[in-house]
């Protein structure tokens, strides 16, 4: 079977300065895959560059086997950025945020019974269902992390990628993301994780790739079952909230 994502020789910079530096990553269906490495390591361009945000400089990527500037089918994949102050400002609703997430399988951007079930079960997924219909304004930011989740979860995707899902989230809201990411585990869903550091995640993941100045160090079992501590090239440093504000349209 094709590997739902297929990284091959990816290089990219961000300026003048190169960030990633030929790397190669496949993750195949069904798999559980963390990205680890230091801030600036290229763990977020690498899962960017992924869904299109960030252009290669060299090198090739596929989803399920797609070149991705022929990749179209978008509902098939959930992004979930990094958790940032920004979304503080959306003048929207819980459920409209999240109600945008299934806009890609959506005809003429008009919900039907069904898309406004899988928005409930998504915001259900994330214990929000009781702040449904209050403002993003009004959560707190472990809340806003889970919203942008639902937001994710309401495409019903095959494949979810994360980019630091745990960071700066209260211990309540990690145990709902841990037990919402375990659910679509084991409905076979693919999944892709930014992280700092395993923490809840770790009885989940599969295999861990680890990157240092743009180049894969590690590709393999993750530190526990390796009985290290850390792996090659993982320093372990704070994690740092990113600049991006929720999206409510169509990956692009």
């Not at 020789?9 to 961000?14: V, W």
């Amino acid at each position: 079977m094709e590997p739902v994502i297929s990284l091959r020789g990816a290089t990219a910079t961000l300026g003048s300065r190169p960030v990633l530096r030929g790397i190669d990553l496949t993750v195949q269906r069904g798999e559980v895959v963390a990205l680890l490495g230091a801030n600036g390591s290229g763990k977020s361009t690498a899962v960017r560059s992924v869904i299109g945000q960030v252009p290669l400089t060299g090198g090739a990527i596929e989803l399920f086997g797609t070149e991705l500037k022929r990749f179209k089918d978008w509902a098939r994949v959930g992004y979930v950025p990094q958790r940032t102050t920004a979304a503080s400002g959306v003048p929207a609703t819980v459920r409209e945020v999240v109600s945008s997430g299934r806009l890609s399988r959506t005809k003429l951007g008009l919900l039907s019974k069904a898309d406004r079930a899988a928005v409930r079960r998504a915001i259900e997924l994330v214990g929000l269902a009781d702040r449904a219909k209050d403002s993003v304004n009004a959560l707190s930011g472990g809340q806003r992390q889970r919203v942008l989740i639902a937001r994710a979860l309401a495409s019903e995707p095959e494949l979810l990628i994360m980019d630091e899902p745990m960071a700066g989230v209260d211990l309540a809201s990690q145990e709902i993301l841990a037990a919402t990411l375990r659910e679509q585990v084991a409905g076979g869903a693919t999944v892709l994780l930014v992280l700092h550091e395993l923490g809840p995640l770790e009885p989940l993941i599969d295999r861990a790739v680890v990157l240092r100045d743009g180049c894969v160090t590690h590709d393999g079992p993750p530190p526990k079952a390796t009985g290290q501590h850390a792996l090659p090239g993982h320093d372990h440093v704070h994690p740092h909230s990113a600049a991006e504000p929720i999206r409510t349209g169509l990956l692009t």
